[in-house]
């Protein structure tokens, strides 16, 4: 899960349980080169889980043909893309977008793996093992299509990610499902993973959380409450409770200002 501090202006990703689930699922599917499908509710990780396992905020943005372009060497053993569809997404669309994704991980790999004193070209054989589709439930028909050819010609393994429901549209197209190998339902954080994500917070804030301390534990028990685990929710009144203690000056986070910052946020009904 992400962690910001708007204060410290530093994001940080806490290493969750669920992460390495959704981690060991993608290393099935790239290594058994199967298609897999993982869904879940909005703001339970997805995304930036599969962000930080494609490396792809090293890679986004970076002209493989650019020499002025760092290229970090963490790049090197990058060998999967993660492509996300426009809202309005055609086959030829969704074609071009993964070909030019392919071709930016082949460059910037291949530079990254690239010693410049030693002798020779670098290496820009094809790097992708995996594709990672976030969103994919936009994918129209004829694009889901597309995306089923485009695996049926290469050698690569392919990921889905979508909403609860998307695994039972999929279900629909029987050449497309047939080949799904593995699913993945990604889950909202236990009861003591979160407990353990706010104790992070606690610190970056300069404090310990102390269990013995009425105050903490009651402050945590309405986090835990109000967010049910669900990391986005976490993040934005973690965001709203920083910016409250700042502009009273406080040390100290009570159940007071976590309803306080509660009232400032649109979540739906507890």
Same mark, same amino acid.
């Given at each position: 899960?992400?962690?910001?501090?708007?204060?410290a202006q530093?994001?940080?990703?806490?290493?969750?349980?669920?992460?390495?689930?959704?981690?060991?699922?993608?290393?099935?599917c790239?290594?058994?080169?199967y298609?897999?499908?993982?869904?879940?509710p909005?703001?339970?990780?997805?995304?930036?889980? /599969?962000? +930080?396992?494609?490396?792809?905020? !090293?890679? *986004?943005? $970076? @002209?493989?043909? %650019?020499? #002025?372009?760092?290229?970090?060497?963490e790049?090197?053993?990058c060998?999967?893309?993660?492509?996300?569809?426009?809202?309005?997404?055609t086959?030829?669309?969704?074609?071009?977008?993964i070909?030019?994704?392919?071709?930016?991980?082949?460059?910037?790999?291949g530079?990254?793996?690239?010693?410049p004193?030693?002798?020779?070209?670098?290496d820009?054989?094809?790097?992708?093992?995996?594709?990672?589709?976030?969103? /994919?439930? +936009?994918?129209?028909?004829?694009? !889901?299509? *597309?995306? $089923? @050819?485009?695996? %049926?010609? #290469?050698?690569?393994?392919?990921?889905?990610?979508g909403?609860?429901?998307?695994?039972?549209?999929?279900?629909?197209?029987?050449?497309?499902y047939?080949?799904?190998g593995?699913?993945?339902?990604?889950?909202?954080?236990?009861?003591?993973?979160?407990l353990?994500?706010?104790?992070?917070?606690?610190?970056?804030?300069?404090?310990?959380?102390?269990?013995?301390?009425?105050?903490?534990?009651e402050?945590?028990? /309405?986090?835990?409450?109000?967010?049910?685990?669900?990391?986005?929710?976490? @993040?934005?009144?973690m965001?709203?409770?920083?910016?409250?203690k700042?502009?009273?000056?406080?040390?100290?986070?009570?159940?007071?200002?976590?309803d306080?910052?509660r009232?400032?946020?649109?979540?739906?009904?507890?």
């Amino acid at each position: 899960t992400p962690m910001s501090d708007p204060a410290a202006q530093t994001d940080w990703f806490i290493v969750t349980k669920e992460y390495r689930r959704f981690e060991e699922f993608c290393e099935a599917c790239r290594r058994e080169r199967y298609i897999g499908l993982c869904y879940g509710p909005p703001g339970v990780g997805k995304t930036v889980s /599969a962000r +930080r396992y494609a490396k792809w905020d !090293l890679i *986004e943005g $970076r @002209d493989p043909l %650019d020499q #002025n372009v760092v290229v970090p060497a963490e790049i090197a053993a990058c060998r999967t893309l993660l492509f996300t569809p426009g809202v309005a997404n055609t086959p030829r669309a969704v074609r071009e977008q993964i070909e030019a994704g392919r071709l930016m991980l082949r460059g910037l790999a291949g530079r990254a793996a690239h010693d410049p004193s030693s002798e020779g070209r670098p290496d820009f054989d094809d790097r992708c093992e995996l594709i990672l589709v976030d969103e /994919a439930d +936009r994918l129209t028909t004829q694009s !889901l299509e *597309e995306l $089923r @050819d485009h695996y %049926d010609r #290469n050698d690569i393994g392919l990921v889905l990610i979508g909403m609860p429901g998307f695994e039972k549209r999929l279900a629909r197209y029987p050449q497309l499902y047939s080949r799904i190998g593995f699913a993945h339902a990604f889950r909202p954080l236990s009861q003591d993973e979160t407990l353990f994500v706010l104790q992070q917070h606690w610190r970056a804030w300069g404090r310990s959380w102390r269990e013995d301390e009425f105050t903490d534990r009651e402050a945590h028990a /309405a986090i835990i409450r109000i967010t049910a685990g669900n990391f986005r929710l976490i @993040d934005r009144l973690m965001a709203q409770i920083a910016r409250i203690k700042r502009l009273n000056q406080l040390n100290t986070v009570s159940k007071e200002v976590v309803d306080a910052a509660r009232e400032c946020l649109v979540i739906g009904s507890m």
